[in-house]
């Protein structure tokens, strides 16, 4: 009987719910807790509409470890499945250690007052899981977390000498919205914000956030232009697949988003420092975050689809070869099946099928690790299996931008 507790209630979170339910034969009891109970509650209720299957929900605030561990303790969960924000990672790991519990996220841990994405925090904790005999899965999302299974098969099967790697994520939905994010508003501004980093020759470059821009036509999207950002795979992939001569992120994003997104850089909403308010101490990109559309609110009214996808280059069997591993998936298609648009959906499923294997035993071994480290086949055939389903394509030779 696998037993498993969700933390976060937010698109992400119905997604994984509602997956989750639909595979009972490796999930057979579940609990999901959010800091707002009514948005657990409400999930549920879908869930049980959508599946006939019933999960009990809980109220937690996961900044608090001790409170986090008493929930542990009174749910029993074989995993916890971290899909809050990431600020909370590491309070939520360390309930984990003090009730036994093996442990999975979707990203890297990120203080609250500096925008870094960096997963050393997170690996510091590879001896104190290992010694307890527990695991903890990083990063189990679609970018990071597909994108390093994609990695990993590609080297193990197209690609075995890898030089470079370039993650190209695309969203071509349309909401409708002036201005919104699909997904936490104040993770993703944060991020699209940060200067840019990619590998190069054993170092990482630096160069100023959205100053690198190239347009590339995605199957089944079309052309988008596309802006060279830092991604945490960056991080761990380059750590474990040292080889890489260059390893780069890029991402899509619209003229009238990213005139938006000026406009708020320029008047200091996107600000993570406090201000002053009538008296009270508030964070600006907190507050924006407050008024903008709520991410799991936008699927209704979301339509086109989603290309997210790993173009490597290097040697296979002595000849030179690059490859084009992608999957493309359907926003109104996701909406029609959990009731979320495709960006919640590429993420919350991802999730699902880390916890499946860790719980039947086929990922589970004690320590800290990152996809990419463990076996991509499984993971690759259920993504077939569970509505993200991976094509690719070999390409004349390396990616020239």
């Not at 509602?18 to 869930?47: G, P, Q």
């Not at 510091?124 to 994609?150: C, H, I, S, W």
């Not at 320029?266 to 101490?281: H, W």
């Not at 002595?318 to 996701?334: F, I, K, T």
Request: with cysteine; aromatic share 10%.
């Amino acid at each position: 009987m696998a037993n498993v507790l969700v933390i976060g209630a937010g698109g992400v979170g119905s997604v994984c719910l509602h997956k989750m339910a639909m595979l009972s034969e490796r999930f057979d009891n579940i609990t999901l807790a959010s800091r707002t109970l009514a948005k657990c509650d409400a999930i549920a209720a879908s869930v049980e509409q959508r599946t006939g299957r019933q999960i009990a929900t809980a109220e937690i605030d996961a900044d608090d470890t001790k409170a986090t561990a008493a929930l542990i303790e009174r749910v029993q969960p074989d995993l916890v499945v971290n899909l809050a924000l990431p600020y909370q990672d590491l309070t939520i790991m360390d309930a984990c250690l003090l009730t036994g519990v093996d442990y999975l996220d979707t990203a890297n841990y990120e203080p609250r007052d500096e925008a870094k994405f960096e997963y050393h925090w997170q690996w510091a904790y590879q001896d104190k899981f290992a010694e307890r005999g527990l695991m903890a899965l990083l990063g189990a999302g679609f970018d990071p977390g597909v994108t390093n299974v994609f990695t990993a098969y590609i080297r193990k099967h197209l690609v075995a000498q890898m030089q470079t790697l370039d993650i190209l994520d695309c969203n071509g939905g349309d909401h409708g919205q002036a201005f919104a994010t699909n997904f936490n508003p104040e993770i993703n501004i944060r991020e699209v914000t940060a200067p840019a980093r990619h590998w190069q020759d054993g170092e990482w470059v630096e160069t100023p956030a959205l100053s690198h821009k190239q347009s590339f036509d995605f199957p089944e999207v079309g052309a988008r232009n596309m802006y060279l950002m830092y991604h945490e795979e960056l991080e761990s992939l380059s750590k474990h697949y040292p080889e890489l001569q260059r390893a780069r992120f890029w991402m899509t994003f619209g003229d009238a988003y990213l005139t938006h997104l000026e406009v708020l850089q320029n008047i200091g909403m996107t600000s993570i420092e406090p201000v002053i308010y009538e008296g009270r101490e508030i964070v600006p990109l907190q507050f924006l975050k407050a008024v903008l559309p709520d991410p799991g609110d936008l699927g209704k009214n979301t339509h086109g689809k989603t290309c997210i996808g790993n173009i490597v280059s290097g040697t296979h069997e002595g000849q030179p070869r690059s490859v084009y591993l992608y999957n493309v998936c359907d926003h109104e298609a996701c909406f029609a099946e959990v009731g979320s648009q495709a960006v919640s959906y590429t993420t919350g499923v991802p999730a699902m099928i880390g916890a499946a294997l860790m719980l039947d035993g086929t990922w589970r071994q004690p320590g800290v690790f990152n996809l990419e480290q463990l076996d991509p086949d499984p993971f690759m055939a259920m993504l077939n299996q569970h509505g993200l389903p991976w094509q690719y394509v070999d390409l004349d030779g390396p990616v020239t931008f």
